[in-house]
């Protein structure tokens, strides 16, 4: 059994910052690829940012500059560091770990809401 369990979510201003973690735990060798999702109401789920675990990165066009993904692998954690957040930028985050062996696994989700 694998979890992962996101936290940091909240409402802030637009301009502000939030920083998003997620905690892998369970029967876990190794996790691969790390990510973060959102979805915003009436809208795809769509990849925001990921990490290998080699540590190469890609982004969302519309958060590259803004937004930082990093993770800890002693600590199974990924993190989201979300700066000049914006409006558009409100969504339900997810969390999405591929675990060796036991494949792709997803989060809860944590809800950012960005007010204009």
């Known amino acids: 059994q694998v979890q992962l369990v996101e936290s940091g979510g909240g409402l802030v201003q637009a301009g502000g910052s939030l920083r998003l973690s997620c905690a892998a735990s369970g029967s876990i060798f190794s996790l691969n690829t790390m990510a973060w999702y959102r979805q915003a109401p009436g809208k795809q789920r769509e990849l925001v940012a990921a990490?290998?675990?080699?540590?190469?990165?890609n982004y969302a066009d519309s958060v590259k500059g803004r937004f930082i993904i990093s993770r800890d692998n002693a600590k199974n954690t990924v993190y989201l560091q979300m700066n000049s957040l914006k409006p558009e930028d409100t969504a339900v985050y997810f969390c999405n770990a591929e675990v060796w062996m036991k494949g792709s696994h997803w989060g809860q989700g944590t809800q950012v809401t960005v007010s204009s």
């Open positions: 990490v290998t675990s080699g540590g190469r990165i």
